[in-house]
């Protein structure tokens, strides 16, 4: 969650992020015998969960234009509509003149 909340903090410097989970999550619908160890994990291991690309973009206030999930893992595209103000600086023009718009 680091890097998300870093990306959060500075929006304006991406329109795009490719985002992948980090590690295998067994399915849900499995037993999962990792589960009881987790306190521990998290302890000593650094153990966390995975946001969802749809937690990610939520966070990032993004849109998800391509996502895969296979075998446990998974992989998104987010992009990021920002506005951005467009400026034209004429190479002739003494830099003392403002920008044109």
């Given amino acids: 969650m680091d890097e998300i909340e870093k990306a959060a903090a500075d929006p304006g410097n991406y329109d795009t992020a490719l985002i992948f989970s980090t590690k295998w999550a067994p399915p849900a619908n499995r037993v999962n015998l990792g589960h009881r160890n987790e306190s521990s994990d998290t302890k000593y291991f650094d153990f966390h969960r995975d946001l969802s690309p749809a937690e990610v973009a939520t966070v990032l206030h993004g849109e998800i234009v391509w996502q895969r999930q296979r075998k446990g ?22 830099a003392d003149d403002p920008p044109t718009h």
């Fill in 73 to 94: 893992e998974w992989a998104a595209v987010l992009h990021f509509p920002r506005i951005v103000e467009a400026v034209i600086i004429q190479p002739n023009k003494p």
